[in-house]
């Protein structure tokens, strides 16, 4: 019962976060502002960390009656992590894929000046970006994934730490395992 409504609760939070992150991403591509703008990563970094934190806590309250374990805490964040990294994934296909290439020429010049301001040789940006030059949507599209992820395990990580409870703060009885208490 309690991994249904996991992967439901999950899947109904992720999908939320996922098009909040979609939508935040559409208003500063709507503007003209690059997708790679520190503004939009920092807000990104933040709905995932709320995202984790009100949808373990909605789970935490709602579906387990206040009690957590860190472990499965944890799974939640990153489950509904999981989700809204891979809507988000497919959203920056689709927008490399079939409605603005340009976006991966924006990041390999972003990737080139960076090279170059960090004091990299000439003959070393040349084969880099001969290398990076291959890349396609779907390996962008996963790299946003991939990095959606991994902050999304990091703050998974935190979130877990805080709201662990190992016992109903409504009843203010401990969980004992061996007792056969229904507050596990």
Known sequence: M???????????????????????????????VSIFNPTLLFINRALIMLGIYFGVRKYRDEVLFGVISYGRAFVAGVLMIAVASSFYALYIYVLTRYFDASILKETLDLVEKGMVQLGYEKDLIDVLMKF???????????????????????????????????RNLFNNSPIDKFNGSKNQ
């Open 2 to 32: 309690y991994y249904r409504s996991l992967f439901k609760h999950s899947f109904l939070f992720g999908s939320l976060v996922g098009a909040v992150l979609i939508l935040a991403s559409l208003t500063f591509y709507w503007k003209d």
């Open 132 to 166: 990076y030059r291959k890349i396609t949507p779907e390996a962008f599209a996963f790299g946003q994934w991939f990095s959606k992820m991994m902050a999304g395990v990091f703050f998974s990580l935190i979130v877990a730490f805080f709201f662990r409870q190992k």
